[in-house]
Every structure is written in C-alpha cells, then in structure tokens.
C-alpha cells in the first residue's frame, strides 16, 4: 500500500505561482513513477506531469510544459509540482499519484494510488 497526501494548492491570481507537494509513504516498490493530474470544473482528469522515482526522467502535458517543474526528495519521499505562470485554466483539482510500473506514464489508468486532492483556483 501507498499513501499519498497533497498539499500546497490555494487561490492565486493570474501569473502568480505555486508550489504542490506529495508526502508519500508505503512500499516504495509502489511508487517506481509518481505523478500529477488534475481535474477541471465538469471536465475528464487529464494528466500534468510525472517524474520516475530513481531515474528521475520528467515528462510533461503540452499545456504545461515551459511552465511547470515536477522533481522529487528522495529523502523525504516527497514529490513537488512548481507551477509558475500560472492561467486561470489552471483551474482545477490536482491530485498526486504513484504507481510500481514504468508504462502508461500519462493516462491515468497507469496508477494505482491516489492522494486526495488540493485545490487550485487561478483568478484572471
């Protein structure tokens, strides 16, 4: 089992930025790849980022890319999504999520573990 628990989301104004961070405990086997999706009002979870646990590969949505940063303490168990830039399509639910396998990076059918959520709202 893995756990996962979120932090770091709020209220930020167009351009502005924001750091989340993934507390994660559990069987690190678990968690060979950690990553970032999110959820808009009415719409599909899409995916962020995600980041591979020992390698540290980093891959990255179209829409984010140049803009957010996913990396990982590995001394902490703790993965972050530096969220610079920031529009008010941003606007969502993000969650963190880990997975023992290295397929299916960014769909979310590749993880199996979830946080909870943290919410992020992007006023224009």
């Known amino acids: 089992q893995v756990q996962l628990v979120e932090s770091g989301g709020g209220l930020v104004q167009a351009g502005g930025s924001l750091r989340l961070s993934c507390a994660a405990s559990?069987?690190?086997?678990?968690?060979?790849?950690m990553g970032w999706f999110r959820q808009p009002p009415g719409k599909e979870r899409e995916f962020v980022a995600a980041?591979?646990?020992?390698?540290?590969?980093?891959y990255y949505a179209d829409a984010v890319k140049g803009r957010f940063t996913i990396s990982r303490e590995i001394a902490k168990n703790t993965v972050y999504l530096q969220m610079n830039s920031l529009k008010p399509e941003d606007t969502a639910v993000y969650y963190c999520a880990a997975d023992g396998r290295l397929r299916w990076i960014v769909t979310t059918a590749g993880y199996e573990y979830w946080g909870q959520g943290t919410q992020v709202t992007v006023s224009s």
């Open positions: 559990g069987r690190s086997v678990s968690r060979s790849k």
């Open positions: 980041i591979t646990w020992s390698g540290g590969s980093t």
